[in-house]
Nanobody, 119 residues
Framework: QVQLVESGGGLVQPGGSLRLSCAAS????????MAWYRQAPGKQRELVAS???????MYADSVKGRFTVSRDDAKNMLYLEILSLKPEDTADYHC?????????????WGQGTRVTVSS
């Protein structure tokens, strides 16, 4: 009965900011490493940011300095703060528990939340 629901996406101009949220239910988030993935049309899903269960963060080179991942285990929430959005950030964003090596544990990805960066 685990459920993950992403929100916070939208249409934003280049240079704008967004805060994405991932709400988990049916599982204690504190037990897992978590990650954000994104998938643009016609491209494979890629890992963009992750955070361990003790707060260590990692980022893809393409988003370093602009993306910040955080977690609130008491609220079972995962967040992604995005600054200085670029058109190439346009994608559907998903959250998932992950392995130590970054492999997602989620099998049903759903719709995610869509980020569209355009002037």
């Amino acid at each position: 009965q685990v459920q993950l629901v992403e929100s916070g996406g939208g249409l934003v101009q280049p240079g704008g900011s967004l805060r994405l949220s991932c709400a988990a239910s049916g599982v204690g988030l504190k037990w897992y490493h978590m990650a954000w993935y994104r998938q643009a049309p016609g491209k494979q899903r890629e890992l963009v940011a992750s955070i361990t269960n003790d707060g260590r963060t990692m980022y893809a080179d393409s988003v370093k300095g602009r993306f910040t991942v955080s977690r609130d285990d008491a609220k079972n929430m995962l967040y992604l703060e995005i600054l200085s959005l670029k058109p190439e950030d346009t994608a559907d964003y998903h959250c998932s528990p992950r392995t130590v090596t970054g492999t997602p544990l989620r099998s049903d990805w759903g719709q995610g939340t869509r980020v569209t960066v355009s002037s």
